[in-house]
């Protein structure tokens, strides 16, 4: 149970999957044969498993219910609230009221039923009469995943899909609603990363990082304070990681890439989802960071990413005599000084510790403590489990 939010300072944790919703929790049994695999799907309640495999059914009301209850509770005094909504992450899955009802097929279910989600909680603040001490923001992690055809989101004319470094794969919708203090039908262009939460909302707090925390923890974003209230903006520089690799340094207009991996073209996707319009399971061109799927640039390519958001079009910069000389000397000398000034720390995530996954009715390892009627087939993906050998593993 150490890795679940209420043992990382969360004082309310309600409905949770611990992994995530993934192509193997299909429960349809249309896109992955003997699923949902229960090694990979389970959900606690707080710290209580209590589906494993989970049970998509009402998720979505779930996580609004739970949103409310802590509003309820918690709207009279100074809080943070984090709500990790499961969609429009695949397996997709949707409830019986929004199935069927957009044109866009299962993908646009999905964003009806996340859409019906945000209403329903920004209208309890304002039943609360707390939207006015609230700042609410909503974003996404990633792009969508291209391999995954009609079943993910459309990159639109940006190049690039999830796990790649390219706008497709990076930039995400942001909306930041704090009715009478953040000016309302406004756009910015500021770079911002969801690293700069954690700043923003200290700032808005009155916390003293720099006072607060210890000397060698270092803080890689920025407020953001002045961009909400002012629509300010900042001339920031946003380096972007494939696990150590630097891939590319963005600033403003301009992004200078180092590294690039190879894209899944129209070709090979009409190939991978012919017939369904979906691959037969979760897959991606490429994920590596440093095999022959990435071409490393002697010359890094520079991009104007406003008039060129495809990044099809890269400029002169090495030589003197070149008119972006300035800008893409700039920006490769600030990645030389991120790199040299870069303290690699351990990584947190990447790999499934097989020890961590918990079994809930020994020795199957399947229940679901609200419908005990389901019956799933079993299909284990780490035949190492403690459970698998003999070993009763904690709930918690």
Not at 155 to 165: A, I
Not at 310 to 328: Q, T
Request: charged share 20%; proline share 5%.
């Amino acid at each position: 149970g150490y890795y679940l939010p209420h043992n990382h300072g969360f004082d309310f944790v309600g409905y949770n999957l611990p992994i995530s919703n993934e192509w193997q929790c299909d429960d349809t049994l249309k896109y992955v044969s003997g699923g949902p695999y229960a090694s990979r799907c389970f959900a606690y309640e707080n710290s209580t498993l209590i589906q494993q495999p989970i049970d998509h059914t009402g998720i979505t009301q779930r996580l609004v219910n739970d949103t409310k209850t802590f509003l309820t509770t918690n709207g009279d005094k100074p809080f943070f609230f984090m709500l990790s909504f499961i969609h429009v992450h695949v397996s997709l899955f949707a409830n019986e009221r929004f199935k069927g009802t957009s044109r866009r097929g299962p993908f646009g279910d999905n964003v009806a039923e996340l859409a019906w989600a945000v209403g329903e909680i920004k209208q309890t603040l304002i039943d609360l009469n707390i939207h006015e001490d609230t700042l609410v923001l909503f974003l996404s992690d990633n792009g969508g995943l291209l391999e995954e055809c009609t079943v993910s989101g459309d990159r639109g004319f940006f190049s690039g899909g999830k796990v790649t470094f390219m706008d497709g794969g990076l930039r995400v919708p942001a909306i930041a609603y704090w009715p009478g203090t953040v000016p309302a039908d406004t756009i910015s262009y500021q770079l911002m990363s969801s690293l700069d939460i954690f700043p923003t909302m200290a700032e808005l707090a009155g916390y003293d990082i720099d006072a607060g925390l210890s000397s060698d923890i270092v803080i890689d974003g920025q407020s953001m304070v002045s961009v909400f209230l002012d629509n300010s903006e900042d001339d920031r520089f946003i380096y972007q990681y494939c696990g150590t690799n630097l891939f590319s340094v963005r600033n403003s207009a301009y992004k200078l890439v180092f590294r690039r991996q190879l894209v899944a073209d129209d070709d090979y996707l009409s190939t991978l989802c012919s017939g369904t319009g979906y691959p037969e399971l979760e897959t991606f061109y490429t994920t590596s960071c440093i095999d022959d799927t990435v071409t490393v640039y002697e010359t890094p390519l520079l991009f104007h990413v406003h008039s060129d958001p495809r990044e099809l079009f890269s400029l002169a910069w090495k030589s003197v005599d070149n008119d972006y000389h300035d800008v893409g000397s700039t920006l490769f000398d600030a990645a030389i000084r991120h790199l040299g000034a870069m303290i690699p720390g351990t990584p947190l995530l990447g790999t499934l510790e097989c020890e961590f996954v918990p079994c809930s009715d020994w020795p199957n390892c399947r229940h679901n403590y609200d419908a005990t009627d389901v019956i799933y087939l079993i299909e284990p993906m780490c035949p190492d489990y403690p459970w698998a050998q003999g070993k009763n593993h904690h709930l918690t």
